[in-house]
């Protein structure tokens, strides 16, 4: 590398640790568990100079906790499409979801998502069926909600082949921070695995708390691996 790629380099890996200390991708709203209204959400993000904001919403079939039917999917996406095109340039607005459930799943409103999540995914059997029956059916980015890191080692060459990121959740810090996770960052450095990073904010107290995932990246040199959400992401 010269010395000139070597600068080029450096002020990337810059841009993407500005950028992300700009940014929260897992949020919720009343939608569905959230204690806060979309819009007020969006205010708030913005009053905190936030530029990239991901709603991530639960989808499933526990009502008081998600969105359990295509009525209201629709209507949150339409929503969030809505608020997309009115805070322009004000703020980035991305459509997300955090999921559990891997059966029965709406493919066609599912990928009009900007990226999905899914929880309790690292490894096993869940793993393969997200996979083998549900990520062939998205055009969208996925990645495991709040990863366990410690249950990833065995499952690294299946999240690099397939691009699926991890979340560095800052609601459950010990998930990425414990002693045992930290033998395993090790071993994913060298992989070509993004990672993105979530508040998984209820209400507007705790939007754009991400600063712990932030610095635990720059601590780790792992900053380059830092998932970008994009309009013209490859789906």
Known sequence: MTGGEGLASTSKI??????ARQMDLHVHTTYSDGNSELRAVVDKAIALG???LGITDHYGDLEWYSITSITQLDEYIAELTGLKQLYQPKINIWIGLEMSILNGLPFLQLNKLDYALFEDVEMGPRLSHLVSQ???QLKIPVGIAHAQVIFLEKSADILE????????????PDRYRSNWARSIWHKLASRDIRLSVGSDAHDTKR???????IRFMEENGLSQKLWLPSKQQQK
């Not at 810059?14 to 950028?19: E, N, P």
């Open 207 to 213: 939007i754009g708390d991400t600063g712990d995932a």
């Open 50 to 52: 936030i530029k990239d």
């Open 161 to 172: 082949k397939e691009k699926i990121f991890i979340e560095l959740n800052t609601h459950y």
């Open 134 to 136: 549900v990520k062939p």
């Open 14 to 19: 810059s841009q993407q640790v500005k950028r």
